[in-house]
């Protein structure tokens, strides 16, 4: 199979949105009036992102998800995106299984795919989405890392940590229940963008930003980009992970025994959640209810931006906590 049927047998399907498809030497994209393009692109590369025994199906899906997830968390809607793929091999079933689970994400969102590039080599997946926003009043409605304002609460979407304890636990430095396990790695393996969410929260939200490195650097980007601080009830995250005791994937008979200290880390920097981090106005408390319940995606008040710059965190009984917690740097 050569480079083109590649493309034509697992990529190629016949144009909707774009004004113009796969096969020529750009693709055409028509932004409707009065939007604006939300652009932006992730790599996943072998041994980095992924192990190379990865099942496809579920490679397909992060590769799209980790990017639709960039789109949610500027409140874009997903429209088309780009592949651009390096293959060790033209492996059949392992293509079509990719192809399987990157079309159902990207139907899902109706995210179209109008182009990309393909060529042999250590596999790696670079994918670019575009998405919309609308303009009002030749005012963007896109959310940004620095709209925060002092006053401002603070909320995480979904569920934490249960990414990275997959990986400790694929990784041999942990042990858990296969049903744990099953739980974590679907969160790791197969996360979901909040999408719907980002959108309800486009004219509620203040500022807001993709949860990939682990939620203490990613909030640090909002405080700097905003300049302001933050105090953050660090005990009000835990039951956020879904393998906690008591919380959503946690079944009595197979608990997760780990230290306080642990789960902490697990939640403060675990990394790869895919979760949206956001900031709204205390006065928006009730929007920001009927944006969860609308997009159907939990939202849990973790604590309040303040003038004072920095970032606290405070235990259960409001003492302040030690920072050890390091995000994820590539080059670190
Ligand atoms: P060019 O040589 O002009 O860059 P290519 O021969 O690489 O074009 O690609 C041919 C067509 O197939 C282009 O429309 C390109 O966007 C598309 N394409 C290539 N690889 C992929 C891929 N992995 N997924 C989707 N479209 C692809
Ligand atoms: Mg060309």
Known sequence: MGEFDVIARYFKRPARRAALGIGDDCALLQPAPGTQLAISCDMLVQGRHFFADVNPHSLGHKALAVNLSDLAACGAKPLAFTLA??????NA???????????ELADAHDCELIGGDTTAGPLNICITVYG??????????????SGARAGDDLYVSG????????????????SVSASVLRAARERLERPTPRVALG???????????DLSDGLIGDLSHILKSSQVGASLQVD???????????SAYAKAEDQVDLTLEQWRTLALAGGDDYELLFTAPPGRRAAVALA??????????????????????LDAQGLLLPNPY???DHFA
């Open 132 to 145: 919309e926003v609308p303009l009002v009043n030749g005012r963007s409605l896109a959310l940004l890392r």
């Open 199 to 209: 959108l309800a929260l486009r004219d509620i939200a203040s500022a807001a930003i």
């Open 93 to 103: 079933s392992w293509l079509a299984a990719f192809a399987q689970g990157l079309f």
């Open 85 to 90: 793929l390096a293959l060790p091999d033209a």
């Open 159 to 174: 569920t934490l940590g249960d990414a990275r304890l997959a990986l400790n636990a694929l990784q041999g430095k942990l």
């Open 236 to 246: 009000r995250l835990l039951p956020c992970i879904g393998c906690y005791p008591g």
């Open 292 to 313: 969860a319940q609308s997009s159907q995606t939990p939202v849990h008040h973790i604590g309040q931006i303040s003038a004072n710059p920095g970032l606290r965190l």
């Open 326 to 328: 390091a995000s994820f």
